[in-house]
C-alpha cells in the first residue's frame, strides 16, 4: 500500500475534509500537523511548491490539496496511486 502524508494546519477546513476523506474509506495516512510552526511550513511549501493546506503526498509524490485528491478519486484514478501503479 501506498505511503500517504497529510501535511495540516489548524484552522482549515480543507485539512479536515481530507482526513475524513481517507478516513471513510479506511486509507491509512499520517499527518503532520504544522499549526503554529511557521518555519516548518515554510519548509515544506519550499519543498514542494505548494502554498497551500492541505500538503497530500502520495509515495512522496505531491498530490496537492484536498480538491485534487478528490478530483483524481473522481476521475477513478486515485486507487492506481494508492496501489503503487
Known amino acids: 500500500m501506498a505511503k500517504i502524508t497529510l501535511y495540516s ?3 482549515c477546513p480543507y ?3 481530507a482526513k ?3 478516513e471513510a474509506r ?3 495516512f499520517e499527518e503532520i500537523d504544522l499549526t503554529g510552526d511557521f518555519d ?3 519548509k515544506i511549501k519550499t519543498e514542494t511548491g505548494w502554498r497551500s493546506f492541505p500538503i497530500i503526498l502520495i509515495n512522496q ?3 496537492g490539496g484536498f480538491t485534487d485528491l478528490k478530483a483524481l478519486a473522481d476521475k477513478g484514478e486515485l486507487d ?5 501503479s
Not at 80 to 84: D, H, K, P, R, S
Open 9 to 11: 494546519k489548524d484552522p
Open 15 to 17: 485539512c479536515v475534509a
Open 20 to 22: 475524513k476523506f481517507f
Open 26 to 28: 479506511q486509507i491509512a
Open 40 to 42: 516548518a511550513m515554510d
Open 61 to 63: 509524490k505531491l498530490i
Open 80 to 84: 492506481a496511486l494508492l496501489a503503487g
